[in-house]
Structures are given as structure tokens and as C-alpha cells.
């Protein structure tokens, strides 16, 4: 399995659809993910996710409410 971390940014595969995503918190079967600006998170489990690995090209993003 691939490492995740609180913070990191993904891509989340749903059939033919991709979105970003910024993890928020993790949990055994996968992980709490802002793919929008407000509050709310959605769980998704570790097999749709995908690592960002050149996320440091990122610069500020509204992703969960905060520009980072």
C-alpha cells in the first residue's frame, strides 16, 4: 500500500472522472479528503487514491477553506 499522510494531495479516481483532493485525516480504510473549499470531507478508501508525487509544484489552494 502506498503511504498517505494528513496534507498530501491526491487524485481520486471514479471510473473515467479524476479529481484533487487534500487529505484531511486518515483512518484504517482510507482517508477523509477536501475535494472543494468548504468544511466537509468525503472518506475515500485507499484504492481510489493516487499520490501527487511533484505535489510541491502547488502552489495556494481553497481546498477545505484554507489557503495554504
Known amino acids: 500500500m502506498k503511504e498517505f499522510y494528513e ?4 487524485i481520486y479516481q471514479n471510473g473515467d472522472k479524476y479529481e484533487i483532493g487534500k487529505i484531511k ?3 484504517p480504510d482510507g482517508a ?5 473549499n468548504g468544511e466537509t ?3 475515500t478508501s485507499f484504492d481510489q487514491m493516487h499520490k ?3 505535489d510541491y509544484v502547488i502552489g495556494e489552494t481553497s481546498l477545505g477553506g484554507a489557503m495554504m
Do not use: E, L, P, S
Open 32 to 36: 477523509f479528503v477536501w475535494y472543494h
Open 25 to 27: 485525516r486518515i483512518v
Open 52 to 54: 501527487i508525487t511533484n
Open 41 to 43: 470531507t468525503c472518506k
Open 7 to 10: 496534507g498530501d494531495y491526491i
